[in-house]
């Protein structure tokens, strides 16, 4: 067999791994070339041809979970000198002695945060287009949830009319291949609040189900129909607080109320306040917690991440 290299990329989804399992297989010049990674951190390089086979053991290794690895596997003529490169790094042969593992890990690379995991930055970059912007939206989304400034309740509508509103929202671009099922979660019951006393007469609902509480798993069309808010005899659902929100107060642009339930929120939803400002910024607060978590099991598949990491917010 004559010398050769195996440049490749490997996505750390775990590491060390539970059980022994192959980096990669490979068939090239007459051979097939098979790197396994075991559940103690090392490297074992398997090297079959049609005259010989050889295995080579090579100290352990600490990887970067959630990052991708340059791995390079080299050989000289009859599979003389066989050598494994990480982070361009030679791992040494163990030969019956152990060696001090090999830290490919960076501590430094920056974490993105979704309520429940986080991603490296690194390994989201290497998404694809709308899966990466899919990703990066939902950090954004989740910062500003957890922020009560005026100016982030209103930024939060336009994240979310882009996963969800848009002719072809973002959130299909992204689960185009994943085809995870996507579903909002609301309260069973409509628990209206009352505002009584100074003209007009409004009522509002909290769509976000509490701990316990029995809830509906609805899709996209009948979650932007809900309605959310009445203001005298005007009913304003999701879609219509989202597209005031974005389009009249701000959020994309300052525009025209050109509805009724966007004249009515926008001349009327400041009378009622709450700890996070008028109601109708409240209310889309609360429509961006509902997005966000129904858009959660998306990012967990795209990110690799467990389903069983718990939603916290």
């Not at 290794?61 to 066989?82: F, H, M, N, Q, T």
């Not at 316990?212 to 309605?227: G, I, R, S």
């Not at 306040?273 to 910024?281: D, F, V």
Request: proline share 5%; net charge neutral; with cysteine.
């Amino acid at each position: 067999m004559a010398e050769g290299t195996l440049p490749f990329e490997y996505l750390v989804k775990r590491w060390p791994v539970s059980v022994e399992t192959e980096v990669i297989s490979h068939r090239t010049s007459g051979a097939v070339v098979v790197l396994v990674a075991h559940a103690d951190g090392h490297l074992s390089l398997h090297i079959r041809t049609y005259s010989k086979s050889l295995t080579e053991h090579f100290q352990v290794v600490r990887l970067p979970v959630g990052e991708y690895v340059k791995i390079a596997i080299a050989w000289k003529s009859e599979l003389a000198d066989l050598a494994v490169f990480i982070g361009g790094r030679q791992l040494e042969a163990q030969a019956g002695k152990a060696k001090e593992p090999l830290d490919i890990t960076r501590t430094a690379s920056r974490q993105l945060s979704i309520p429940g995991f986080s991603i490296p930055e690194k390994f989201v970059q290497s998404l694809p287009h709308n899966q990466w912007l899919f990703v990066e939206t939902l950090v954004d989304l989740t910062k500003r949830l957890g922020s009560n400034r005026r100016y982030d309740g209103l930024r939060i509508s336009a994240l979310v009319r882009q996963l969800i509103c848009d002719q072809t929202p973002l959130y299909v671009k992204a689960n185009s291949e994943t085809k995870v099922p996507i579903m909002f979660r609301v309260r069973k019951k409509a628990n209206w609040g009352h505002a009584v006393g100074t003209p007009p007469q409004i009522s509002w609902v909290n769509l976000c189900p509490s701990e316990n509480e029995e809830y509906l798993d609805v899709k996209a069309d009948p979650f932007l129909a809900t309605p959310v808010l009445l203001i005298e005899e005007t009913k304003c659902t999701t879609l219509d607080v989202i597209n005031a929100v974005a389009h009249v107060l701000g959020g994309v642009h300052v525009g025209r109320a050109l509805t009724s339930a966007a004249k009515a929120l926008i001349d009327r939803g400041d009378q009622i306040q709450t700890p996070s400002g008028e109601l109708t910024i409240a209310a889309m607060q609360d429509i961006g917690i509902v997005t966000l978590h129904a858009l959660l099991p998306l990012a967990k598949t795209i990110c690799g991440v467990s389903e069983d990491a718990k939603m916290k917010f």
